[in-house]
């Protein structure tokens, strides 16, 4: 698997180890100390995933990762010794794409990162597809494509995260009826066993980008003790 892997880890010996567990795997790995050096080497190199810790010197990872996402979409996975609900909560609101505590084996975070980019490519190829047109769904002003993995509103494009396009596009797929949690889970996360409170967080930074009002969902409903449901104009009341 060919891919570009930041590091972002203020701890020489715990960033040490976790490179060399990812260029075994065959990863192009760089490393920063601190958000403020990452920045600096963005401007000149691009990552497919970003392994980012919070607690870091100067800026830290949630501030990094706010401005991160206001121009790249590609996975993030935090690592980090907080391992309070709320913070975890913080991450993922930020846009990680998943959040693992310290301390941690390096197998696994190396498979983590494996799984989040293998799911990143596929989503970023699409499925194999002939001469068809591309699969759209269409909503208010909104045009998903599915093969391009594309969000747009009339013709700016809207910037997701994988996982946020993957939650979307499982949604718009089965409009008309609700999903639980634990569905919507394990479509997109291929797990039937997670933190269900990820569902919301990412339904609730979903609604942010989509809805005018997000307290007064359009697209994505809630269905009070099922789920979430995504609606189409015209399933939506005036």
């Known amino acids: ?3 570009n892997v930041l590091v972002v880890e203020d701890v020489q010996e715990l960033a040490d180890l976790v490179v060399l567990y990812l260029e075994k795997e065959g990863l192009d790995t760089r490393h920063a100390q601190s958000a ?24 830290d990872g949630f501030e990094f990762l706010s401005l991160f996402r206001k121009k790249d979409s590609c996975p993030v996975l935090i690592v980090s010794a907080r391992t309070e609900d709320e913070d975890v909560i ?14 941690f084996s390096p197998r696994v975070l190396s498979a983590r990162v494996r799984a989040l980019l293998r799911r990143a490519q ?28 594309v969000l747009r509103r ?21 409009p ?4 639980t949690p634990e569905q919507i889970y394990d479509a997109v996360w291929k797990n039937a066993y997670g933190d269900l409170t990820t569902v ?19 697209y994505i409903e809630t269905v009070f003790g099922m789920g979430y449901r995504f609606c189409q104009p015209e399933d939506t009341a005036p």
């Open 200 to 218: 919301a967080v990412y339904v609730q930074r979903l609604r942010k980008k989509i809805e005018e009002d997000p307290s007064a969902p359009r």
């Open 154 to 174: 009339g013709t700016e494009r809207v910037p997701l995260s994988a996982k946020e396009f993957e939650v979307l596009s499982f949604l718009a797929r089965n």
């Open 176 to 179: 008309g009826r609700p999903h």
């Open 1 to 3: 698997m060919k891919a």
């Open 122 to 149: 596929e989503g970023s190829h699409g499925p194999a597809r002939g001469d068809d047109a591309e699969e759209t769904v269409r909503f208010g002003p909104f045009t998903l494509s599915m093969f391009s993995c």
């Open 36 to 59: 403020e050096a990452a920045l600096e080497l963005l401007k000149s190199w691009k990552p497919d995933l970003v392994v980012l810790d919070i607690n870091l010197p100067g800026m």
């Open 90 to 103: 913080t991450g993922l609101g930020f846009g990680a794409d998943e959040y693992v505590t310290k301390p």
